[in-house]
C-alpha cells in the first residue's frame, strides 16, 4: 500500500518561511520522481517543484529562488524548503510521486494546508 505522508504546513507572515516534508511507504522511492503541487482556492493544481531519482530539478517560475526541493532516498523523504513566502503561495500543498516509466503522478498525499499572511 503506497502512502505519501506531508507535513509542516502551517501559518506565515508574508517574508517568513516554511520547510514542508513527504514521507513515502510503499513504493521503490529511489527511482520515483517526486514533487510537490500546490491548489490555491479557486484555481487548479499546479506544479511547484520536482525532483528526479537522478537529480534533476524543474520548478514554477513563480518560486524560483526561493523554494528548494531536496530529497533523502535513505529515508524516503522529499521535502520543500520555502522562503521569502508571499501571500499567494497560499494553498494547499500536495506531495506526489511518479514511477520511471509513468507519463503521470500516481501516487498523491492528502495534502497540508499553507496560509501566508500579509
Known amino acids: 500500500q503506497v502512502q505519501l505522508v506531508e507535513s509542516g504546513g502551517g501559518l506565515v507572515q508574508a517574508g517568513g518561511s516554511l520547510r514542508l516534508s513527504c514521507a513515502a511507504s510503499g513504493i521503490i522511492f529511489s527511482s520515483n520522481t517526486m514533487a510537490w503541487f500546490r491548489q490555491a482556492p479557486g484555481k487548479q493544481r499546479e506544479l511547484v517543484a520536482s525532483l528526479t531519482s537522478g537529480g534533476s530539478t524543474n520548478s514554477a517560475d513563480s518560486v524560483k529562488g526561493r523554494f528548494t526541493i531536496s530529497r533523502d532516498n535513505a529515508k524516503n523523504t522529499v521535502d520543500l524548503q520555502m522562503d521569502s513566502l508571499k501571500p499567494e503561495d497560499t494553498g494547499v500543498y500536495y506531495c506526489?510521486?511518479?514511477?520511471?516509466?509513468?507519463?503521470?503522478?500516481?501516487?498523491w498525499g492528502q495534502g497540508t494546508q499553507v496560509i501566508v499572511s500579509s
Open positions: 506526489a510521486a511518479r514511477a520511471r516509466l509513468a507519463t503521470r503522478y500516481d501516487y
